[in-house]
Nanobody
Framework: VNLVESGGGLVQAGGSLRLSCEAS????????LSWFRQNPGREREFVAA????????HYSDSVEGRFAISRDNAKNAAYLQMSSLKPEDTAVYYC???????????????????WGQGTQVTVSS
């Protein structure tokens, strides 16, 4: 699966952004879609995940209640709506897909097969 993120940019603290992840090469049906983020010198951090049927979403504690992940299988796309942004949300955000059966594995980057190139999100104070 080829994944391409878009929607990043510069926003003031308290603002909102919506990231998109468009997939090509194969259908996303049956795959978990997730968002991770990473800053230089740090490990890639799990942000949110959603199962293929879109019924269940998982979030890291740091974004719970502020971010919302969604997907549109018909469009082969996933989205991350980010609200009440904080300077500590600044990072490169990556979309990832994988065939993962157990939710406790969603936060593990090594479980994912395909990654996008990333989109920069910068939140100013």
């Amino acid at each position: 699966v080829n994944l391409v993120e878009s929607g990043g940019g510069l926003v003031q603290a308290g603002g909102s952004l919506r990231l998109s992840c468009e997939a090509s090469g194969r259908t996303l049906n049956g795959l978990v879609l997730s968002w991770f983020r990473q800053n230089p010198g740090r490990e890639r951090e799990f942000v949110a995940a959603i199962r293929w049927d879109g019924r269940t979403a998982h979030y890291s504690d740091s974004v719970e209640g502020r971010f919302a992940i969604s997907r549109d299988n018909a469009k082969n796309a996933a989205y991350l709506q980010m609200s009440s942004l904080k300077p500590e949300d600044t990072a490169v955000y990556y979309c990832a897909s994988g065939r993962i059966n157990y939710s406790y594995l969603f936060s593990r980057a090594r479980e994912y097969d395909d990654w996008g190139q990333g989109t920069q999100v910068t939140v100013s104070s």
